[in-house]
């Protein structure tokens, strides 16, 4: 097959179209099916099509908010079948979601058994619960019966649905929405209805307020979970204009006094979407880690509400500090990104300002009345029409029960005869004129159709004065709603009217009325360095030959003899503090940092360096030491190639360490060495020193380095800095410091050769 046509064919005929152009229009209509059809919401309704679906499946079946509860199997395979023609599972776990109210800021639906937790665990299955509209739910429904939106034909052709569903509360950003669709997506925080109405009627009184100002109404999202959003005016302010942008969020948590100066921390909101179970497993991780060794334990109290206790280290530490670390280190503060993609009319994706959403909504809210409106004043005719009839027939009475009474055919004769002078009296002083009536002839097959279905305890005179009592109000309402649809001050008013009246319903009276998310200033959460945080105490540091490394209590004698596995010995013990920092170089050319407050006590024989950092079973350590942030390092490997680099340049911030001297295999990193003087003294397996100057040496973070010495034969063996002026020492084999200050014989330009070592220089070759 060629990129230039695609053959198919289709019931014997042959049918060929370029292969760009097919796979274009194929890919285009499902990326227009997933952006209207799935991922992205209504900014009129707020809902994608499965949840419009659900709900209009649930008003089916008459599942009011104080009715009965039914199966959520039955639910979800109604919706399916009828409307949503996909998998029931998919349907169900969308149905659960708007249950859940700690995912949906108002539920729109109202669930009876186990739909999942705030700790991340999934509802039970379908079979197992049950459900019911919520109230909020029957708002949103309110006026689908009386032709406030259209509907079109469900997937099948055999029953119709709802385009759109007659919000009457912005519930695109009162709920938020999510999705994610070809090419584009988008995530809605929830916000709070009384601020989203006062928004829209300062919309309504002020139509071209500026964006800045609905601030004063909305100050940004209200998450079901709580939370404090530390995010700064002007960047809220920003993002609503624009419909990008992100906001800071933090858990809510307070200090508890436990006496004795001791104290503890207690989150009880966690952010927006975040697993508790998940978010408590990562602090868990923190603390094993050590990330925040102020932190020493953490524990999940919570019941039907959250409660995590965090326990501090030691009574003196900062509660803010802590928690400024966590902030870091966890997901008690998160980021919400705003990405504000609707369908603004139904049909086209545009990322759109908090304004514009508002505004569609009050023109739908306007579209909504005017059909309402419309559709009242429908079955107010038709109810006159009627009323006007039975009022003939009571001004008529003997002549109607006559025709009944004797005609074959009372239908007919009714409509046939002359009802003139009575068609005056019955309409007199009302602008609304029937069919019938503007013919003066008979009655119109409706209104004989109602007499003749008129019961007969209806002809008390009691009931001609109710009929003409509903009649003059049916005509009081229809000329209101004449005025109504001609006047569109009268329809903001109505509108305004609504929107108080809904605000008054999901005010503070209603559970979950009042607002949840705070805002607070974020303040400047300070570096901390891990030695402020952990208690100075003295240590010993001791290393073995294996690799075991363990952490004395106290500086004890160096020479003092200490235990080790069979077949080990010490290689490394000096003197420490709990607040210094290690540095580990192997001779893979990496270095690793291990603190010392994290080393294993003294009591047993320690654990293997290996299992703190990620040290390769095939490389050695080729030095441990204390890290001094103003020393510089001289790093060389075998082959004889080194560098100068800044200790602060070494510091590795994770597991595997850093890569600093590179080598390869044959050769290895062999020293490191702090620098100090102005001369360098090197020497080779082969015996010869060469002395230059520490300027020949390149600074350098990272490389294999220079040439250090030349050989034929072997490697480097050891080096040493020094000043020159001071001469060269060593311990020579009887434990004797000797000073060679005449080393005119051995200085050289660097990448040498050099000569033989001097009378008395160890057989080990090295310095010391």
């Not at 530390?230 to 942008?245: D, F, H, K, S």
């Not at 006590?601 to 320690?606: D, I, L, N, T």
């Not at 441990?624 to 590795?652: M, N, Q, W």
Request: aromatic share 6%; glycine share 8%.
């Amino acid at each position: 097959m060629t990129d230039e046509t695609l053959d198919n064919n289709i019931g014997g005929a042959d049918h060929a179209e370029p292969l760009r152009r097919a796979l274009g229009e194929r890919y285009l209509t499902y990326a227009l099916s997933t952006i209207m059809h799935r991922a992205l919401p209504d900014a009129r309704d707020g809902l994608k099509p499965v949840h419009r679906r659900i709900l209009y499946a649930m008003h089916r079946l008459r599942l009011a908010s104080n009715g009965k509860f039914l199966k959520s199997a039955k639910i979800s395979g109604d919706t399916m079948g009828d409307f949503h023609p996909h998998g029931d599972a998919a349907i169900y776990d969308a149905m659960a979601r708007l249950a859940q109210d700690f995912n949906v800021r108002y539920p729109l639906v109202d669930g009876q058994g186990n739909f999942g937790n705030i700790d991340g665990d999934n509802p039970a299955a379908s079979r197992y619960t049950e459900a019911r509209m919520t109230f909020v739910a029957e708002a949103m429904l309110n006026g689908l019966e009386e032709n406030a939106v259209d509907f079109r034909d469900n997937y099948d052709g055999r029953l119709t649905e709802p385009v759109v569903l007659p919000a009457e509360f912005p519930n695109l950003l009162a709920n938020g929405s999510s999705g994610i669709a070809v090419g584009m997506a988008t995530n809605i925080p929830p916000h709070n209805i009384p601020e989203l109405i006062d928004a829209c009627l300062h919309l309504i009184k002020t139509p071209d307020a500026r964006d800045e100002t609905l601030l004063n109404y909305v100050p940004g999202p209200d998450f079901p979970t709580g939370g404090v959003i530390v995010e700064p005016r002007e960047n809220i302010a920003e993002a609503y204009r624009t419909g990008r942008g992100s906001f800071r969020l933090r858990a809510r948590h307070e200090v508890e006094d436990l006496g004795r100066g001791q104290w503890q921390i207690v989150v009880t909101e966690i952010p927006y979407q975040v697993q508790k179970g998940k978010l408590i497993e990562k602090i868990a991780e923190v603390i094993q880690t050590k990330k925040v060794p102020i932190l020493a334990d953490i524990r999940d109290e919570s019941a039907d509400d959250v409660r995590i206790v965090l326990e501090p280290r030691s009574k003196n530490v900062d509660p803010d500090v802590l928690m400024g670390m966590l902030y870091r280190n966890s997901e008690l503060e998160v980021r919400f990104s705003l990405n504000m993609n609707v369908l603004i009319d139904g049909v086209t994706p545009r990322v759109c300002s908090m304004k514009e959403v508002l505004r569609a909504f009050l023109d739908f809210r306007r579209e909504v009345l005017q059909r309402r409106s419309t559709h009242r004043m429908e079955k107010i005719d038709h109810r006159l029409e009627v009323l006007e009839g039975l009022i003939i027939a009571f001004l008529n009475l003997d002549r109607v029960i006559d025709i009944i009474r004797y005609d074959d055919e009372p239908k007919p004769a009714l409509m046939r005869e002359d009802w003139g002078q009575t068609f005056v009296r019955a309409t007199d002083e009302s602008d609304y004129v029937s069919p019938a009536a503007s013919e003066a002839l008979g009655l119109s097959e409706v209104q004989a159709e109602a007499i003749l279905n008129m019961r007969l305890r209806a002809l008390r005179r009691l009931e001609e004065i109710a009929l003409v009592q509903e009649r003059d109000a049916l005509m009081e309402e229809r000329a209101g709603l004449e005025d109504l649809l001609d006047n569109e001050a009268l329809q903001w008013d109505r509108i305004a009217d609504q929107l108080k009246e809904a605000r008054k319903t999901f005010g503070k009276g209603y559970a979950f009325g009042a607002r949840r998310t705070t805002f607070a200033e974020a303040g400047e959460i300070e570096e901390v360095p891990i030695e402020a945080m952990i208690d100075r105490e003295p240590i010993t540091v001791v290393c073995s030959q294996m690799g075991w490394i363990r952490a004395m209590t106290g500086h004890i004698d160096l020479a003092r003899e200490l235990k080790f596995k069979d077949g080990d010995g010490p290689r490394f013990i000096f003197h420490a503090e709990t607040t210094d920092r290690l540095l580990v170089f192997g001779s893979n050319g990496r270095f690793y940092t291990v603190s010392a407050a994290n080393l294993p006590g003294g009591r047993g024989m320690g654990e293997p360096i290996r299992l703190m950092v990620d040290l390769p079973n095939e490389a050695e350590i080729v030095d441990l030491f204390i890290h001094k942030p103003e020393r510089k390092l001289l790093v060389a490997s075998s082959a004889g190639d080194g560098f100068v680099v800044p200790e602060t340049e070494v510091v590795a911030q994770t597991r595997s360490g850093k890569q600093v001297l590179n080598v390869r295999a044959p050769s290895k990193a062999r020293i490191c060495k702090p620098v100090s003087g102005d001369a360098v003294a090197v020497v080779g397996e082969n015996r010869k020193v060469l002395v230059f100057g520490l300027d020949e040496l390149p600074e350098m973070g990272r490389g294999k380095g220079v040439r250090l010495q030349k050989y034929k034969d072997g490697g480097l063996s050891d080096l040493t800095t020094f000043t020159l002026a001071d001469g060269l020492s060593w311990r020579d084999p009887a434990g004797r410091t000797r000073t060679e200050s005449d080393l005119t014989e051995w200085r050289g330009k660097r990448a040498g050769s050099g000569r033989m070592a001097p009378r008395g220089f160890p057989r080990d070759n090295r310095f010391t």
